[in-house]
């Protein structure tokens, strides 16, 4: 598969070298097609690695990943042109952090929307799902708990690309995948992400997960 990482930070980076090391080719999209820090990943990561533009990387993959700056998240989905993006299966990592306050960081947006409705009304005819915003990059690829497998929620509109990002968690070592609905469950989602970087201020550490007990 042809995957289009859209975001040259801690989780673009470490998804698209899973990627890579599942098989699949990966370009790293930037705003700057001579992005260091997307040039260093792909000389590192090897031949199945480039590195592009937004829109490159947008009209390489069939897959897109959107990891960039919530707030910038409107800037990147318009500098790509929306043919690029028809169709595709885009899974949204971000969260929508307003930092203006200091830290923890709060949500610029919740409650009645969300950053994972903004994504899809920006993209309308793309099938976005929400993904991996609960936890920390360092987790994202085989994640390995002592205390069982962690959970992933995932929400979107479209069935079949929640059956396709299911499978794909599955192969980066995610067992426990729940489909939480439509979209609009992102405004649950975001905030989640809070508990996940609050608990990182109090603790000091910053490799935990949810995890669900069922009985
Ligand atoms: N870090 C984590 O562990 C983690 C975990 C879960 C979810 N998330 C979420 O995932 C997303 C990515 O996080 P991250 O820490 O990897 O990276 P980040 O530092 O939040 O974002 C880096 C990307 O955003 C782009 N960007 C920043 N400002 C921009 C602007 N004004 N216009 C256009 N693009 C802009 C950068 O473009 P250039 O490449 O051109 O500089 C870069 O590609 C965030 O939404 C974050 O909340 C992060």
Redo the contacts with the bound molecule.
């Keep these: 598969m042809k995957v289009g990482i859209l975001?040259?930070?801690?989780?673009?980076r470490t998804l698209g070298k899973a990627f890579v090391t599942l098989g699949h080719e990966v370009k790293l999209g930037?705003?700057?097609a001579t992005?260091e820090?997307?040039a260093a990943w792909a000389q590192e990561t090897g031949p199945k690695a480039s590195h592009g533009t937004f829109a490159d990387a947008a009209a390489f993959g069939d897959l897109i990943v959107l990891?960039?700056?919530?707030a910038?998240n409107d800037?990147?989905i318009k500098s790509i042109p929306a043919e690029r993006l028809k169709g595709k299966l885009l899974i949204d990592?971000?969260?929508p952090?307003d930092f203006s306050k200091g830290k923890p960081p709060g949500l610029f947006v919740g409650h009645t929307d969300s950053g994972g409705e903004q994504v899809q009304r920006a993209a309308p005819a793309a099938r976005v799902v929400k993904c991996?915003?609960i936890?920390?990059?360092t987790a994202m690829f085989r994640p390995e708990y002592a205390g069982g497998a962690p959970d992933m929620f995932i929400c979107g509109n479209d069935g079949e690309a929640k059956k396709e990002v299911t499978q794909i968690l599955r192969d980066f070592g995610w067992s426990e995948v729940t489909d939480l609905g439509g979209i609009e469950s992102s405004r649950y989602l975001e905030p989640l992400?809070i508990v996940w970087v609050m608990y990182g201020f109090i603790t000091g550490g910053w490799t935990h997960a949810f995890k669900l007990l069922k009985k």
């Design positions: 975001g040259t930070g801690d989780v673009g930037a705003r700057e992005n820090k997307a990891s960039t700056h919530g910038a800037a990147v990592t971000t969260n952090l991996w915003n936890v920390g990059h992400c």
